[in-house]
């Protein structure tokens, strides 16, 4: 099955950086669209970033300008950087992957969601 699982989360002070990663693996023929989602306590889940599989990328406005989508095909990987970081970024945060798993259709895969918590 496929799998996606997000690392990097954690408590940060308001200005600080943090870097998130989300590593994709399982029976995958090919990802297309990979992206960052985050909700907050009390809020739906919201697009934070996405990236297309040949580099394009769009941002939602909040975030533009401190944060950066990245990803490395060749490790199924998509890298979300986060830079000056405020409270109101605090969220759990998921991976979303457009993956055609082998045998399947393609559709949209999730991680388990990492938090990060900007606060002082």
């Known amino acids: 099955q496929v799998q996606l699982v997000e690392s990097g989360g954690g408590l940060v002070q308001p200005g600080g950086s943090l870097r998130l990663s989300c590593a994709a693996s399982?029976?995958?023929?090919?990802?297309?669209?990979m992206g960052w989602y985050r909700q907050a306590p009390g809020k739906q889940r919201e697009l934070v970033a996405a990236?297309?599989?040949?580099?394009?990328?769009n941002y939602a406005d909040s975030v533009k300008g401190r944060f950066t989508i990245s990803r490395d095909n060749a490790k199924n990987t998509v890298y979300l950087q986060m830079n000056s970081l405020k409270p109101e970024d605090t969220a759990i945060y998921y991976c979303?992957?457009?993956?055609?798993?082998?045998?399947?259709?393609?559709?949209?895969?999730w991680g388990q969601g990492t938090q990060v918590t900007v606060s002082s």
């Open positions: 979303n992957g457009e993956i055609r798993a082998w045998g399947h259709t393609n559709r949209d895969y």
């Open positions: 399982g029976s995958i023929a090919n990802i297309n669209g």
């Open positions: 990236i297309s599989r040949g580099g394009d990328t």
